[in-house]
């Protein structure tokens, strides 16, 4: 059995259902939740192969769960394709208590491999270059998946200029201050890694003012173009609906 957890849908959904895809012609029987589902339902499941989306110190209690049961856990980072700092990143998304009791660590590339292998070079057996599903449906056989909805946005909004943002460290959706009260609480935060998230905050701010700026200037010199805002899942997109108005 695969089992499989996800957290946003809407960014995971395809990607894991490709896995499944793949997993059933090889025989095996799959199962996709969110993690609350599987958490409540534990004693309920066949015993399997876990795939988590992330290795953090939040995932802990439930990686040693599913250990616990009988199950063995493999975790594909769902943010491993872009990263703040190179030696950040296996630092801030995989702790040594994770690592551990992990069966496997699959990773995006060769520099994530190597990121992951200069912090727990110990583990190098658990290190699995697999690429991830996500860019498998980008691009390649399975792009098809997307074609009409390609043919569609082009379609209705011709000429495009996009902008991304990830700014939920100031923006985020449940109010100001979530972004550093949230993450500190979730992960029981010492005071030095409180003050690295402040500093986060204030440098995703001079960001965020910047992107609310820019806005309304590329509207006036790209007057041909549909300016297409794509917010992240973590923000309150409410500042950008009153800057679209126009």
Known sequence: W???TIEISHRELLAKLLICLEANKRGWG????????????????????FLVKSALKIDEPYIAEAVRHGHKVFCLD????VRRQIDDFAGRRITLTN????????????????????RYNEFK?????????????WTGKHNYVFEN????????????ILV???????NHYLGKGMGIKLPAKLNKLNQDEIKLLVDSEKYTKQIYESFIKLVPILSEKFSNNS???RVHPAENDKPWLEIAND
């Not at 996709?32 to 309920?44: G, L, P, Y």
């Not at 690592?99 to 200069?118: A, H, N, P, T």
């Open 227 to 229: 300016i297409i805002i």
């Open 30 to 49: 799959c199962i996709i939740a969110s993690r609350q589902a599987i958490c409540a339902n534990f004693k309920k499941l066949p015993k399997g192969l």
């Open 125 to 137: 057996q658990k290190l699995i270059n697999t690429g991830h599903p996500r860019i498998d449906i």
């Open 78 to 81: 769902e943010e491993g394709l």
């Open 99 to 118: 690592m551990q009791r992990l069966s496997g660590y699959f990773v995006w590339g060769e520099d994530m491999e190597q990121i992951v292998f200069k």
């Open 2 to 4: 695969l089992i499989i």
């Open 149 to 160: 909805q390609i043919m569609q946005i082009k379609q209705k909004y011709k000429n495009i």
């Open 164 to 170: 991304i943002t990830t700014l939920g460290r100031y």
